[in-house]
């Protein structure tokens, strides 16, 4: 009883409810949502590579995509050049002079592009490429997603956890980076993505709510605020059974 109503604003809550129930429908529903694997930074899932550059990226990107299920999905993979002054189609980044990723159709395929740099942060990477390829799934679908043009990217963010890439978004999220020069020191901020920490953590609990998961499988890999947070999440979703709400919702989408 003296739990808090609402886990995030109730406008924000609606919608990422919204968004779980259109990616069910659109998809295989629960049960197909039931074989994601969850996807974590570890060499089950991400071997070592020798590799460096180009090919290391390639090769991250191939794990993703197999992993998101979308090995047959053509698309091109390009790295970036320097781009000055562009804005970030996925991180808003300060003083970054390059965009995270980008997705687009070119003929029959799909391209992605990606900032080299990230080639040294995978988890970076990896949350671009889930991101992009969320992109691509999310264009095949005949009902177009919560909250139109305006919140596509917010969505967008919320396939990339539906894919099982969910800890990637959500580590890459938000970060203190120390900065020193010759005359000064200090910290600057990094934002990644388009969802707030306590957006990723709601996400993360319906995630695993979903696929009959608990949530303390995430603390070895996630940042530990993440995972306090992610803990108060899941059980906020158990007590308000956001889980039936979304497949109640499917059902009365299937009703309309």
Not at 54 to 67: G, K, N, P, T, W
Not at 112 to 126: A, E, F, R
């Given at each position: 009883?003296?739990?808090r109503?609402?886990?995030?604003?109730?406008?924000?809550?609606?919608?990422?409810?919204?968004?779980?129930?259109?990616?069910?429908?659109?998809?295989?529903?629960?049960?197909?949502?039931?074989?994601?694997?969850?996807?974590?930074?570890?060499?089950?899932?991400?071997?070592?590579?020798?590799?460096?550059?180009?090919?290391?990226?390639?090769?991250?990107?191939?794990?993703?995509?197999?992993?998101?299920?979308?090995?047959?999905?053509p698309?091109?993979?390009?790295p970036?050049?320097?781009?000055?002054?562009?804005?970030?189609?996925?991180?808003?980044?300060?003083?970054?002079?390059?965009?995270?990723?980008?997705?687009?159709?070119?003929g029959?395929?799909?391209?992605?592009?990606?900032?080299?740099?990230?080639?040294?942060?995978?988890?970076?990477?990896?949350a671009?490429?889930?991101?992009?390829?969320?992109?691509?799934?999310?264009?095949?679908?005949?009902?177009?997603?919560?909250?139109?043009?305006?919140?596509?990217?917010?969505?967008?963010?919320?396939?990339?956890?539906?894919?099982?890439?969910?800890?990637?978004?959500?580590?890459?999220?938000?970060?203190?980076?120390?900065?020193?020069?010759?005359?000064?020191?200090?910290?600057?901020?990094?934002?990644?993505?388009?969802?707030?920490?306590?957006?990723?953590?709601?996400?993360?609990?319906?995630?695993?709510?979903?696929?009959?998961?608990?949530?303390?499988?995430?603390?070895?890999?996630?940042?530990?605020?993440?995972?306090?947070?992610?803990?108060?999440?899941?059980?906020?979703?158990?007590?308000?059974?956001?889980?039936?709400?979304?497949?109640?919702?499917?059902?009365?989408?299937?009703?309309?």
């Open positions: 009883m003296f739990g109503s609402h886990f995030l604003d109730e406008d924000v809550e609606a919608f990422h409810v919204l968004c779980w129930a259109w990616l069910l429908k659109c998809t295989g529903g629960r049960e197909a949502l039931r074989e994601t694997p969850l996807v974590l930074p570890t060499p089950d899932f991400f071997p070592p590579t020798d590799s460096s550059g180009h090919e290391r990226a390639e090769f991250i990107f191939e794990h993703v995509r197999d992993l998101a299920g979308m090995s047959e999905w698309v091109q993979l390009v970036q050049a320097e781009l000055a002054g562009r804005v970030s189609t996925l991180g808003r980044v300060q003083h970054s002079g390059t965009a995270a990723g980008t997705f687009s159709h070119t029959n395929s799909g391209q992605i592009t990606y900032d080299p740099s990230h080639v040294h942060t995978p988890v970076k990477l990896i671009t490429f889930a991101h992009e390829l969320s992109h691509y799934l999310n264009e095949g679908f005949q009902e177009a997603s919560p909250g139109g043009w305006e919140l596509i990217e917010p969505a967008t963010d919320v396939t990339s956890v539906f894919l099982g890439f969910g800890v990637f978004g959500a580590n890459s999220a938000f970060e203190f980076i120390q900065t020193q020069d010759f005359e000064s020191q200090g910290w600057s901020s990094e934002k990644f993505g388009y969802l707030s920490l306590d957006e990723w953590a709601f996400n993360l609990a319906i995630f695993c709510d979903l696929t009959g998961r608990d949530v303390t499988d995430l603390k070895p890999h996630l940042k530990w605020n993440l995972f306090k947070t992610s803990k108060a999440a899941a059980k906020y979703v158990e007590r308000r059974e956001i889980g039936r709400q979304i497949l109640e919702d499917i059902k009365g989408r299937a009703a309309d």
